[in-house]
Structure formats: C-alpha cells, structure tokens
C-alpha cells in the first residue's frame, strides 16, 4: 500500500522565498517610474508585467539567511541584474501592446 503524503503539511515551506520576486519588483517600479508614456497601471497589468518578467529571469530561491545572503551576491552581479533589467523592459513593452484586462 502506498502512503501518500501531504508534503505541505508534513514540512514548513513558510520561509522558502524566491528573491527574484523582490528585485523583478523593485525593477518593475523604477521602469515604470521613468516610462514616458501611456502604459495601463490596472492591478491585472501590472501583476502579468511581474509574472512575464520573473518567468524570464533565474530564480533564487532561498530559505535560510545564509540564503538571502547568496541572493544579494547574485544581484550585485551585473549579468543578472542585466536581465532582470532586460526580462522587466520586455514584459512592460508586451503588457503594453496586449493590456490584460
């Protein structure tokens, strides 16, 4: 007989972050910021800008400090924050000529 369980409630995923998340954010927020220019800001928009954008860039999941630790490091990269920069321009454009709501 095969047990299944309920890995949710068996451990504490309550931790686990992708800081990914936090840098799509603040990147969406200065490029919105600075767009010149007529762009819908509707709460579906700007949700689907975010969620195209984090599909496009490396995730970093973390869940310990040594975690947020590792994230910042990736950041302070200028590779990836060339494409999370990059994976935020792209969303905002698309979003732009197809509004989601």
Not at 17 to 46: P, Y
Request: aromatic content about 8%; overall charge negative; proline content about 2%.
């Amino acid at each position: 007989m095969e047990v299944i369980m309920n890995i949710e409630k068996e451990y504490d995923f309550e931790n686990l972050k992708n800081e990914s998340e936090k840098h799509v954010l603040e990147e969406l927020e200065r490029q919105l910021n600075a767009f010149k220019g007529e762009i819908c800001r509707c709460n579906d928009c700007i949700v689907d800008m975010a969620a195209m954008a984090l599909n496009n860039v490396r995730p970093l999941y973390r869940y310990s400090l040594l975690g947020t630790i590792y994230a910042k490091d990736a950041m302070s990269d200028e590779v990836y924050a060339q494409s999370v920069h990059e994976a935020v321009w792209e969303a905002l454009i698309k979003i732009k000529k197809n509004p989601s709501h």
